[in-house]
Nanobody, 119 residues
Framework: QVQVAESGGGAVQAGGSLRLSCTVSGLPFGDRVMGWFRQAPGQVREDVGCISLSGTSLYYAEPVKGRFTITRDNAKNTLYLQMDDLKPEDSAMYYC????????????WGQGTLVTVSS
């Protein structure tokens, strides 16, 4: 059974930074493309970005390009999301999962971690 646990969210002011973490168990982490996703209240879940097995970034959604960076530590089965220059529109619940797009995710979602950015 795949289990994901996201952490690191919080409340920050616009222009601030946060680093999210996600630990994964129940799947071969080092053999999977991993992604970050987010869902704002009343909105559909959307892709944030994803990273290849070796750590080369594959994709960032346009709204976060140049501000967010995804990294991974395969030895720790952990995925990271460094978020800089945060904007109020980045406020959402953030999730990690195996896959690059929401439609690719075939396992249960974690509980997510909440990011709130005030202006």
């Amino acid at each position: 059974q795949v289990q994901v646990a996201e952490s690191g969210g919080g409340a920050v002011q616009a222009g601030g930074s946060l680093r999210l973490s996600c630990t994964v168990s129940g799947l071969p982490f080092g053999d999977r493309v991993m992604g970050w996703f987010r869902q704002a209240p009343g909105q559909v879940r959307e892709d944030v970005g994803c990273i290849s097995l070796s750590g080369t970034s594959l994709y960032y959604a346009e709204p976060v390009k140049g501000r967010f960076t995804i990294t991974r530590d395969n030895a720790k089965n952990t995925l990271y999301l460094q978020m800089d220059d945060l904007k109020p529109e980045d406020s959402a619940m953030y999730y990690c999962a195996a896959g690059c797009q929401v439609v690719d995710v075939s396992h249960a979602w974690g509980q997510g971690t909440l990011v709130t950015v005030s202006s």
